[in-house]
């Protein structure tokens, strides 16, 4: 390629020479028509006055209309603006090399003038001709134009001294045109003598900086190591130069992520710069600066800080206090106490960076944009996203003046504000700008760079939040694929990746391949000595506890936690965040072992460090206080979960759009606490929020984070009996279920039994087994299914169906639930009693007693052994089994049954309580039958005793009562009582039957009959 470009150039000066001495030297106008991007022609606009230099060999015409032709093509691609340049050129006051080349072209007829690379032109103005078509008014510089006298002087001692073409290759590296670069200094290398060691030196020097700005760094560290061993054998052991030499080694160490190679070759420039150079020479200074960071990288702050500022102290003595390098050691030392989680000092250096580079440096140089990003980088930390994207956004319009619009640090910014934007949820902005980065980087950058992996990475965040996890799992890969490529196989950066790999998959539940990931991570850790006792081990041993936490192994989750707290209190300061993260997931894992009090205390001690490091209103702390709130709802203790669910639903309306999703997670947590207060209209509210955020703003239509919503709110709506929203919501609920997961979903199989048992208590029996039969469709079908929800779905279908007077497929479901129930539950559970208890009344009503009696007595066999029975159920089973022995004449165990259950109930119950009448009522009628007449009598006067004393009397009841008791009375031959019974019998009758009633005919009749007994 450089002799390429060398002939051609030649050859136009050749031309240019010919042509010079036939050519009048009038002044004339060439034209040229291209596309350009639109923020390329508004620097030209804003730029008028100042200077254009086109970077390769300029292809002109003096055929305006040829020009149009090129510059309407353009008009196709509707990503750029059609451009005609006008250009005046004046052969008489400059001697840039041009040629007519109509000769020479196989393009015949376009009248084609060409001129020498990086021709430069004073901007004119422009002037818009139609839409998307733009006119560029040049003028060909003159020798002696000041600006560009200036500017070529300045130019001249940038490239230095050397050949035509090391100039060049030093040009092309200051244009970022790094492939050029390569092979300019590489065709000169194989051609340069072995012996001539310091153009070895010099070449391999150049091809390793042009393959570190590539982000390929191993090919140039071996550079760097060539250019080293031939720099060694012309210069001393303590020249300056080697210490040059030593540092571009170490930063590539530092990019490789070797931090220990790095900082021992930053030891040995220091070293040869102490020896050689005064103790304040701005070269100890840059290396100073250069330990510091690799300290801070490997959080070791306070030696990070010790060598800033000896850096500082240098400049402070050797440079103006306004001098723009200070700029850069202030920025420094803000991002360190950004990461020691001081953020007032941080602000404050970053505002000294900031007011010398605003006194020292244009308005719109790049060094102010980065500032302005060093800003936004803080406040990120901070929490405070607004005023982080505030900052980048004027970084970013700096960048867009003074920049190419294909500048890597344009795609750096907006990878800055693509991740704040990822913060905020605003999800397709945050894409927006991943890919514009990505599509500068690709033009700027090597395919395998690592700022490529960095924007793949972000890629991955974004989508892993948009909850697209095939699309984060791709993006994540990518990043690690480059990585493999250009970093060494322990570097930090793989880590992460594999990290974050494994977080992917743990969210899509394949917890083995999640351990994998992060078990890889564990084994670079392990293996590379800067990283086994560090912050990367100490996240990794957290993933790894994360992934155990979600499989359930609790003992196995709390011993990586443990593990990584080992690690973090003899790293970090007791108010570290990442400290804080662990202490996070030690009470995240308690919580879930029902440790409430030990999850409490390991949430406040996040809270503390939380409330000690960062702003009041950080979302940090709001996720602390949920976190808090939950523990308080699982203890019982609602008012205090409604309290800190209130504090992170303050910060969170503060600090979060109005849409956001974690505002409605908010909501829905408060609406859960008044549901377990039974303040269902509060709860009905609060639930209500959290559906129109979500309605709002699900990425899809089938959230079955709304779908839980809809779910519970159709609860609390039941709870307060309004049916009709309580199916509405149901409904709901279950369409988006059915879309979104496998037919045997059992969450399918929850929805089909809650509609069920609302269409049973509306009485639609129909619908309701409809349900029922659905949910045990699927409740059967799958492998995965608890068999208690299948004993509870049979026990349903088993009511529904005795509703529907369907005794035989009643019993067939209730011996179901019973099979599962008492092979899977202890002896003595009480939800064995309940179906015993059902399958026994079914008999009963089937009349088939014999077995009504063995299961009552079976549910009152459980209930007597159980620690928490309740003795008044137990006191009805024993009055049930009384009814059913009574009935198949067995007198005897009736008697025994009935007093069982008068003794619970006098204890139990007030002594003018309703269920002791009718067991008095039935003990009399026992007695009767076994002729012990004045038994009888005793117990059914007892039961007169409460229900005469009763506000609403059962009159009905009270009539046969006393008919009953007339009747022993009569036995016994005491007239007056039984007539005065009988009587009372009678008036019962008519209030509890009304006057013409065959019963009251009857009691009339006993009373006649007495009568004429006396």
């Known amino acids: 390629m450089g002799f390429f470009v060398q002939d051609l150039h030649q050859q136009i000066v050749e031309f240019y020479k010919a042509q010079s001495k036939i050519r009048d030297n009038d002044k004339f106008v060439v034209y040229r028509g291209q596309g350009m991007i639109p923020e390329d022609l508004e620097k030209i606009k804003e730029s008028q006055g100042g200077l254009l230099s086109f970077n390769n060999f300029l292809s002109t015409t003096t055929d305006e209309n040829v020009a149009k032709y090129f510059a309407r093509k353009e008009l196709k691609n509707s990503k750029v603006m059609a451009i005609i340049f006008q250009?005046?050129?004046?052969?008489?006051?400059?001697?840039?090399?041009?040629?007519?080349?109509?000769?020479?072209?196989?393009?015949?007829?376009?009248?084609?003038?060409?001129?020498?690379?990086?021709?430069?032109?004073?901007?004119?103005?422009?002037?818009?001709?139609?839409?998307?078509?733009?006119?560029?008014?040049?003028?060909?510089?003159?020798?002696?134009?000041?600006?560009?006298?200036?500017?070529?002087?300045?130019?001249?001692?940038?490239?230095?001294?050397?050949?035509?073409?090391?100039?060049?290759?030093?040009?092309?590296?200051?244009?970022?045109?790094?492939?050029?670069?390569?092979?300019?200094?590489?065709?000169?290398?194989?051609?340069?003598?072995?012996?001539?060691?310091?153009?070895?030196?010099?070449?391999?020097?150049?091809?390793?900086?042009?393959?570190?700005?590539?982000?390929?760094?191993?090919?140039?560290?071996?550079?760097?190591?060539?250019?080293?061993?031939?720099?060694?054998?012309?210069?001393?052991?303590?020249?300056?130069?080697?210490?040059?030499?030593?540092?571009?080694?170490?930063?590539?160490?530092?990019?490789?992520?070797?931090?220990?190679?790095?900082?021992?070759?930053?030891?040995?420039?220091?070293?040869?710069?102490?020896?050689?150079?005064?103790?304040?020479?701005?070269?100890?200074?840059?290396?100073?600066?250069?330990?510091?960071?690799?300290?801070?990288?490997?959080?070791?702050?306070?030696?990070?800080?010790?060598?800033?500022?000896?850096?500082?102290?240098?400049?402070?003595?050797?440079?103006?206090?306004?001098?723009?390098?200070?700029?850069?050691?202030?920025?420094?030392?803000?991002?360190?106490?950004?990461?020691?989680?001081?953020?007032?000092?941080?602000?404050?250096?970053?505002?000294?960076?900031?007011?010398?580079?605003?006194?020292?440096?244009?308005?719109?140089?790049?060094?102010?944009?980065?500032?302005?990003?060093?800003?936004?980088?803080?406040?990120?930390?901070?929490?405070?996203?607004?005023?982080?994207?505030?900052?980048?956004?004027?970084?970013?319009?700096?960048?867009?003046?003074?920049?190419?619009?294909?500048?890597?640090?344009?795609?750096?910014?907006?990878?800055?504000i693509g991740s704040i934007h990822n913060s905020m949820e605003k999800y397709p902005q945050a894409l927006s700008c991943f890919e514009k980065a990505l599509e500068i980087q690709k033009q700027a950058l090597s395919e395998n760079h690592r700022s490529l992996a960095s924007t793949y990475n972000n890629f991955g965040v974004a989508y892993y939040s948009m909850g697209d996890k095939s699309a984060a799992l791709s993006n994540y890969q990518k990043s690690l694929e480059i990585e493999q490529v250009t970093l060494p196989s322990n570097h930090p950066s793989i880590v992460i990746s594999y990290n974050n790999i494994g977080s992917v998959y743990q969210s899509m539940r394949e917890y083995a391949t999640a351990l994998s990931m992060h078990q890889k991570a564990y084994e670079i850790c392990k293996q590379n000595s800067q990283l086994n006792e560090s912050n990367q081990m100490a996240t990794t041993l957290n993933k790894l506890g994360s992934v155990n936490h979600a499989m359930k192994k609790y003992a196995e989750a709390l011993s990586f936690f443990e593990q990584a707290l080992e690690i973090q209190t003899k790293s970090s300061t007791s108010k570290h965040r990442n400290l804080a993260i662990t202490y996070n997931n030690l009470g995240l894992t308690y919580n879930a072992m029902k440790e409430y009090q030990k999850a409490l205390s390991y949430y406040e001690k996040t809270l503390e460090i939380e409330q000690k490091t960062l702003p009041e209103d950080h979302r940090d702390i709001a996720t602390s206080y949920s976190n808090i709130g939950i523990v308080y709802d699982s203890m019982e203790n609602y008012p205090k979960a409604l309290e800190y669910y209130e504090k992170a639903c303050a910060i969170r309306k503060k600090k979060l759009t109005p849409d956001s999703l974690l505002l409605a997670s908010t909501y829905a947590s408060i609406a859960s606490v008044y549901f377990s207060m039974k303040d269902y209209s509060n709860s009905t509210v609060f639930y209500s929020k959290a559906i129109a955020i979500r309605e709002e703003k699900s990425l899809t239509k089938d959230d079955l984070d709304l779908a839980t919503n809809y779910n519970n709110i159709a609860v609390a709506y039941n709870s307060m009996d309004d049916k009709s929203n309580a199916l509405r919501y149901h409904e709901k609920a279950l369409a988006i279920r059915e879309r979104a997961l496998s037919n045997n979903d059992m969450i399918i199989a929850a929805s089909h039994s809650s509609i069920a048992s609302i269409y049973y208590s509306m009485k639609n029996h129909e619908k309701a087994l409809s349900h029922y039969t659905k949910a045990l469709e699927i409740r059967e079908q799958s492998p995965s299914a608890d068999n208690l929800e299948l004993a509870t779905n049979y026990n349903n279908l088993g009511i529904v169906h005795l509703s529907t007077n369907n005794k035989s497929k009643a019993l067939e479901y209730y011996q179901k639930a019973l099979a599962i129930r008492a092979e899977r539950l202890s002896s003595d559970d009480l939800t064995l009693a309940t179906t015993c208890n059902s399958i026994a009344s079914v008999y009963f009503d089937m009349k088939d007693y014999t077995n009504a009696i063995s299961y009552y007595i079976k549910a009152a066999e459980i209930r007597e052994k159980s620690s928490c029975r309740d003795e008044l159920q137990l006191a009805t089973i024993y009055n049930n089994i009384a009814i059913a022995y009574k009935i198949v004449d067995d007198k005897q165990n009736a008697l025994i049954f009935y007093q069982k259950a008068l003794d619970i109930r006098m204890k139990k119950l007030p002594s003018n309580d309703p269920l002791l009448a009718s067991l008095y009522s039935g003990i009399a009628a026992i007695h009767s039958a076994m002729g012990d007449d004045s038994a009888a009598v005793e117990f059914y006067e007892k039961a007169l005793k409460i229900q005469e004393t009763l506000p609403s009397p059962d009159h009905q009841s009270m009539a046969t009562t006393y008919y009953n008791t007339a009747m022993i009375y009569r036995k016994l031959k005491d007239y007056t009582a039984a007539l005065r019974h009988a009587e009372k019998s009678v008036n019962s009758a008519r209030l509890g039957y009304g006057a013409d009633h065959a019963e009251v005919k009857e009691n009339q009749a006993l009373v006649d009959s007495i009568r004429s007994l006396q």
């Open 87 to 416: 250009m005046e050129i004046n052969p008489m006051v400059s001697s840039v090399p041009f040629a007519e080349v109509e000769t020479e072209t196989c393009h015949k007829g376009e009248k084609e003038n060409l001129f020498s690379m990086h021709t430069v032109f004073r901007i004119l103005g422009t002037e818009q001709l139609a839409n998307r078509l733009w006119q560029v008014n040049l003028a060909l510089t003159s020798d002696n134009d000041p600006q560009l006298k200036l500017l070529a002087d300045y130019m001249r001692k940038e490239l230095g001294e050397g050949s035509p073409l090391s100039k060049l290759g030093h040009l092309m590296i200051k244009m970022g045109e790094f492939d050029q670069a390569h092979n300019i200094y590489g065709t000169q290398l194989q051609s340069t003598d072995e012996t001539n060691k310091r153009r070895q030196f010099h070449l391999n020097h150049q091809l390793a900086y042009v393959f570190n700005e590539k982000g390929e760094y191993k090919t140039a560290l071996e550079y760097y190591e060539k250019s080293l061993k031939a720099e060694m054998e012309f210069v001393g052991p303590d020249d300056p130069s080697l210490a040059t030499t030593y540092n571009n080694i170490a930063g590539v160490y530092e990019s490789l992520g070797d931090y220990t190679c790095a900082l021992s070759t930053y030891e040995k420039a220091l070293d040869i710069q102490k020896k050689s150079l005064p103790a304040d020479d701005l070269a100890l200074a840059t290396t100073y600066g250069n330990i510091g960071l690799i300290y801070k990288t490997l959080a070791e702050f306070d030696k990070a800080l010790s060598f800033y500022e000896k850096a500082l102290n240098i400049r402070q003595k050797t440079m103006p206090s306004n001098h723009p390098d200070f700029g850069i050691i202030y920025c420094n030392i803000s991002g360190l106490y950004c990461d020691m989680v001081n953020y007032p000092k941080a602000l404050d250096y970053s505002q000294k960076a900031l007011d010398i580079r605003i006194k020292s440096l244009p308005p719109k140089h790049p060094d102010l944009a980065s500032s302005y990003a060093n800003f936004g980088s803080v406040h990120c930390s901070m929490g405070d996203h607004l005023k982080a994207l505030e900052y980048y956004e004027k970084a970013q319009e700096i960048q867009r003046i003074s920049l190419p619009a294909n500048h890597p640090d344009n795609a750096t910014i907006l990878n800055c």
